[in-house]
């Protein structure tokens, strides 16, 4: 079975402060991670995602991700928060291509100016 | 360059009637998908799709049924709508030829049953 747990379901950062957000997975194969952002009143696009190989991935708009399978997690950071980063972001697992994904519940990102 | 496209984007309707939400890709993608999205519950998947004529159910199907005639179109039905059914719906397809298998998603429609 595979699940994602994302802690926080609300984050607050002031501009320019990092940013992270807590992704913690159960898979009983070895997982593929990806992060989604949706902006208000929009589908969910693709951060970044990590299938096999470099466990450090990079994504779009400064965003990257870590795959640390000893802590079963998926952080995704970005060291300096703008303004445009206020969104949901969603955490999710699949076994691969054809696979089902496993959604976290989303975590609201505030940038306070 | 349409992508994954869904209609209607808004819909108000009232209980037990039947309600159809569009989905058609240009990417000729294998697999589609159908999720709910509501506060709290993140993403949950309804109903799957292989290919054409290959359909299956996600997480929480009962009161919806879809159909795939044709690879490009992912049709969403609601046969007698609930309140319950409120909710942001959103149509996803995926290309189980890559090696990501990462979902691409439409704007999604907002269903509101009064």
Redesign the interface.
């Given at each position: 079975a595979q699940s994602v747990t994302q802690l926080g379901?609300h984050v607050s950062v002031s501009e320019g402060a990092l940013v992270l957000l807590r992704c913690n997975y159960s898979s009983s194969v070895p997982p593929?991670l990806?992060w989604?952002v949706q902006y208000p009143?929009?589908?969910?696009?693709?951060l970044l995602?990590y299938?096999t190989g470099a466990t450090l991935v990079k994504g779009i708009n400064g965003f990257e991700a870590e795959f640390k399978k000893s802590e079963t997690s998926f952080h995704l950071t970005k060291p300096s928060a703008h303004m445009s980063d206020a969104a949901e972001y969603?955490c999710?697992v699949?076994r691969?291509?054809?696979?089902?994904?496993y959604?976290?519940?989303?975590t609201s990102l505030t940038v306070i100016p | 360059d349409a992508g994954i496209t869904q209609s209607p984007r808004y819909k108000i309707t009232e209980t037990g009637r039947q309600v159809t939400l569009m989905c058609h890709q240009t990417w000729s993608h294998s697999?589609m998908?159908w999720?709910r999205q509501d506060l709290?519950?993140?993403?949950r998947?309804i109903y799957?799709s292989?290919a054409a004529d290959i359909t299956d159910k996600?997480e929480v199907p009962d009161g919806y049924v879809v159909s795939r005639s044709k690879t490009e179109n992912f049709p969403l039905t609601l046969e007698s709508a609930t309140r319950s059914q409120t909710s942001v719906y959103?149509c996803?397809s995926?290309?189980?030829?890559?090696?990501?298998?990462?979902?691409?998603?439409?704007?999604?429609s907002r269903l509101t049953v009064l």
């Open positions: 379901s593929y990806f989604y009143n929009q589908g969910l696009q693709l995602k299938t969603f999710a699949s691969g291509p054809g696979n089902q994904f959604f976290g519940t989303g | 697999y998908f999720y709290g519950h993140g993403l998947l799957y292989a996600g959103f996803a995926s290309d189980n030829q890559g090696n990501t298998g990462e979902l691409f998603f439409g704007e999604g």
